[in-house]
Structure formats: structure tokens, C-alpha cells
């Protein structure tokens, strides 16, 4: 993917044909605005790094990137975090390859639940494991329901936490056994 120049990485010219860089911050609803609804859009390894309401501040700011139908990958992320806003907002959660994808990042995996960035094992016993372990989800316009597409058996709301420590991490996922 990068040309290297001793210690500078270049993305190499095939791969940036074509394509309008532009730097934003993404808390701002400006960048947002600045940019028109897209069919994709990728959030990765961010959001984890953000006290856990601004992170979900910003993921419903980045979700109005998203055009209706299109899709939205969020991983890197508190999972109360984005299991809420996918629920709120009705997100149709992506099932194709889910574990695959939420298994794929050993790094984060190895960081679980000391680090704050630790990705918690996927735990099939929870109601909602279809919907929280999901990193893709395809946003629907706003008359349309998840639950009009299909019947993930997914549990009720989830609440909000205001704080993500290793002890609340691990007691909520214990709670789910
Ligand atoms: C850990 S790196 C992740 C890079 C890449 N997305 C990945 O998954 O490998 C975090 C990146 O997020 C960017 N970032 C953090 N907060 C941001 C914000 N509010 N708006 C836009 N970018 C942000 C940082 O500049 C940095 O490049």
C-alpha cells in the first residue's frame, strides 16, 4: 500500500488516484456538513481514546455521513458505547462475517479488560451479542425499523454508562453470563 522513503511512508500513487483527501475534526458538525452522505463509511480505532458521551456524540455526528441504505463500520470503540447509538438509531446490524471481524483485531483483544481500548470477547450467551459485537451496520432511513428486516432476537435498550473502567467493564461482562 506505501512507498518508503527511510523513515517516511508514502500510500502509493495507484491507490490515491481518484480519491479527495481532506482533515477534519469529525466532533465538529462543520466537517460533517463539508462533506456529502457517503455509501460508506469507515470509524476505526478512535473513539476508544474519548470519554465515553463524547464518543457517542461524535459517532451520531459521523453516522450523518452515512446515506440511507448505506453502510457504517465502527470498531475500535467502547461496546456500550456503540451497541446504544446502533440502538437508538435502528441500525441494521451487518451478521455477515461478525466474528470473524470482531475476532480479527488480536491486538485489542490482548488489551482486554485492563486497557481502556481492550476489545471484549465475543460472549454468544448475551441477548444482544448479534447487534454488540457487530463493527458493520447499514443505516436505514428514519420511517424504517431494524426489526422490519429482520428478527435478530436482540434484547431490550441498553443503558448509558458515563464511565468505562476495567471493573465496570468486567462486572457488565460478567452481569451477561
Ligand atoms: C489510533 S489512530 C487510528 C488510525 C486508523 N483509523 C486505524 O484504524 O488504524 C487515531 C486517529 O484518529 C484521528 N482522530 C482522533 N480524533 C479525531 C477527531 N475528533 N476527528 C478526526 N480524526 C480524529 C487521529 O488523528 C489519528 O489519526
Redesign the pocket.
Known amino acids: 500500500m506505501f512507498d518508503r522513503d527511510g523513515d517516511v511512508v508514502t500510500v502509493k500513487s495507484w491507490i490515491k488516484e481518484g480519491i479527495k483527501w481532506q482533515v477534519?475534526?469529525?466532533?465538529e458538525p462543520e466537517?460533517i456538513e463539508a462533506l456529502r452522505p457517503q455509501d460508506i463509511v469507515i470509524a476505526?480505532?478512535?473513539l476508544c481514546?474519548?470519554p465515553p458521551l463524547m464518543a457517542e456524540s461524535?459517532l451520531r455526528n459521523i453516522a450523518r455521513l452515512v446515506r440511507p441504505y448505506g453502510y457504517l463500520f465502527v470498531?475500535?470503540i467502547d461496546l456500550d458505547v456503540r451497541t446504544k447509538v446502533a440502538d437508538v438509531l435502528g441500525w441494521h446490524p451487518v451478521q455477515e462475517l461478525l466474528e470473524e471481524i470482531h475476532e480479527g483485531d488480536l491486538c485489542m483483544k490482548t488489551f482486554w479488560p485492563w486497557h481502556y481500548a481492550g476489545l471484549e470477547p465475543l460472549n454468544k450467551k448475551r441477548r444482544d451479542w448479534k447487534r454488540r459485537y457487530a463493527a458493520a451496520f447499514q443505516l436505514l432511513p428514519c420511517d424504517k425499523k431494524t426489526s422490519d428486516w429482520v428478527n435478530l432476537d436482540i434484547s431490550p435498550k441498553v443503558t448509558a454508562t458515563t464511565e468505562s473502567t476495567p471493573e465496570t467493564r468486567t462486572k457488565s461482562y460478567l452481569r451477561a453470563q
Open positions: 477534519g475534526d469529525v466532533l466537517t476505526s480505532n478512535f481514546h474519548m461524535c470498531s475500535g
